[in-house]
């Protein structure tokens, strides 16, 4: 899902607390969500939203401004379990295979597109072929690896236009891909994949109508989907609006019949807001309100907490881009100069767990420790570790973050702890806003370190590790590179027992601390706030909204 096949966009901070400043009281609720006693049919709500990042197009959102809207309009093969995470079919009828490379998918019949056509198996097929297509630029793309012919969708050049001249991809379509009829295709491997349809819930595998190729341009600023909820209207910075889709066939539909996303630039806006019933949900509560908890004040019987698949890091910008950081000694160094304990005392009151490796303890898989020592707070092994690198030789670190989400104060707090550790200058540095900031990252403009975050597109210790870290994977925003990863990455999704594919991804993780590629700095805890007016409010396994449950009072 987020992302969420998602690069997070939601990870608060406070502005004014400094990393040395008194603890602070309080702890985590453990209510994931509100009572759905007395909800009604019908009515519009309100809920925080940002800008995305792109145009809707399910196969170029890998963040969650622009998922979260696609998660509410979209329907695909699986729909995952609002509590779980874990796949359940949604437009898929079955999924089966014998041998986890060869795969037959039988839709069921009558769901139906905004726009009214029917959804059938050429939809799924045209959409990842599409989606894989190389001069097409999908920042999703990768996701159709897997797939047989994947290879030679892809450009082969360099330089501003890998697909000119002989870099021309060989060809338009995956060969793994194959209708049979209306509602049956098949998906053939290049290699077996043990998690195959556990993937297949994810935005980049939505399918799109007919009317899609005719325009991609136009679908992105008015997309339509199948999901519970069409897409209305995006006045941009302001709001995204949707209605409830009167021919929704599926089972996840809910009670609502209009869904408003504001778009906000602070989030401490939205949160007063919520207080004031001027907007029912915010995904995000600052953390100026987690200070000895005050949402709970400020919002009794009106918040809920959660731990969710979305881990908290910061990526270094590709050598290439600013070498300063090459030596992995250097940004085991950083990481070990980062307090990370004050830092979730002091600025998120202890909403937070520190990370100890790359992989969100919410997902199988998950092994604890993966970092060592490299993520253990030792400003004397820190200085050390630089020193044995020779110094630190760019002048200033800089952390990079958004400014229209409240970042400042955590990556305030871990410049300074850094500074105390290493004496070397560390200057927190805001972008924007959250699309500027992706887009600078995106198209590598951006130097030194930048905050990142993922939530999971779907439950598996997979989802953490190959799309941000396999070479030339999407998300793989400081274009790591090792072929060993990549080779364990390979052989783990091969694997017909679970137990031996997690033991060969636990395998890869362990390589990315000798390299680093980036900083685990915490495990998120969802928290929520909401307005007198609704109920049902639900965290799902993703941090996210579940809009099936939410209601009107």
Not at 51 to 74: F, H, M, R, W, Y
Not at 394 to 404: E, F, H, P, Q, S
Not at 413 to 420: D, E
Request: include cysteine; hydrophobic fraction near 35%; charge should be neutral.
């Amino acid at each position: 899902m987020r992302g969420t096949t998602r690069t997070v966009a939601m990870v608060a901070g406070i502005s004014s607390v400094a990393l040395l400043a008194a603890a602070c009281g309080g702890g985590n609720s453990d209510k994931t969500t509100s009572s759905s006693a007395g909800g009604k049919a019908g009515g519009a709500v309100t809920v925080r939203g940002c800008n995305p990042q792109n145009p809707l197009i399910p196969s170029n959102t890998t963040e969650t401004c622009g998922g979260n809207v696609l998660d509410a309009i979209t329907a695909k093969l699986v729909h995952y379990n609002a509590e779980t995470g874990a796949p359940e079919n949604d437009i898929a009828d079955k999924i089966e295979s014998t041998d986890n490379q060869n795969f037959t998918v039988t839709l069921k019949k009558g769901y139906k597109f905004h726009d009214g056509t029917e959804v059938k198996a050429k939809n799924f097929v045209d959409a990842w072929n599409y989606a894989a297509y190389g001069p097409n630029a999908q920042s999703s793309g990768y996701f159709m690896e897997p797939i047989e012919g994947f290879g030679d969708t892809q450009c082969t050049g360099s330089g501003d236009d890998p697909c000119a001249g002989a870099g021309k991809a060989k060809a338009e379509k995956l060969t793994g891909l194959a209708v049979k009829d209306d509602y049956t295709f098949t998906i053939k491997t290049t290699e077996k994949v043990s998690n195959m349809a556990v993937r297949l819930g994810y935005s980049a595998f939505a399918p799109l109508p007919d009317s899609f190729a005719a325009d991609p341009k136009a679908y992105g600023e008015k997309p339509v989907g199948a999901g519970p909820f069409k897409f209305d209207s995006w006045t941009k910075n302001t709001e995204i609006k949707l209605s409830k889709f009167a021919d929704y066939s599926g089972k996840f539909g809910g009670k609502l019949d209009g869904i408003t996303f504001k778009i906000y630039q602070d989030e401490d806006a939205a949160y007063n807001d919520v207080i004031a019933n001027q907007l029912d949900v915010t995904d995000q509560v600052p953390s100026s309100a987690m200070i000895d908890a005050k949402y709970k004040t400020d919002l009794p019987d009106r918040n809920a907490a959660k731990s969710v698949g979305v881990i908290q890091t910061i990526t270094f910008a590709p050598t290439k881009v600013d070498p300063n950081y090459a030596d992995p000694k250097i940004r085991q160094a950083i990481s070990m100069a980062i307090d990370r304990d004050t830092i979730i005392k002091q600025i998120f009151n202890n909403t937070r767990q520190p990370a100890t490796g790359w992989v969100s303890p919410v997902v199988d898989g998950y092994k604890a420790n993966q970092c060592g020592e490299y993520c253990v707070y030792d400003a004397a092994k820190a200085k050390a570790k630089l020193d044995e690198a020779g110094g630190f030789k760019g002048g200033k670190m800089t952390l990079a973050y958004n400014a229209d989400s409240s970042h400042k104060g955590w990556t305030e707090a871990t410049c300074n702890s850094i500074k105390g550790a290493l004496g070397v200058d560390c200057v927190a540095t805001p972008v924007v806003d959250f699309a500027t900031f992706r887009t600078q990252i995106a198209s590598h403009k951006m130097k030194g370190m930048f905050r990142s975050g993922w939530q999971m597109d779907y439950p598996s210790i997979e989802n953490f590790l190959a799309p941000l870290y396999k070479t030339g994977a999407s998300s793989n925003d400081g274009q790591y590179n090792n072929p060993e990863f990549d080779k364990l990455i390979n052989e783990a999704a091969a694997q017909t027992d679970p137990a031996q594919a997690n033991a060969k991804y636990q395998q890869a993780e362990a390589l990315l601390a000798g390299d680093m590629p980036a900083i685990p700095m915490w495990y998120s805890t969802a928290t929520f706030g909401w307005s007198t007016k609704v109920t049902g409010v639900k965290i799902t396994a993703f941090g996210t909204i579940d809009f099936a449950s939410l209601s009107l009072k």
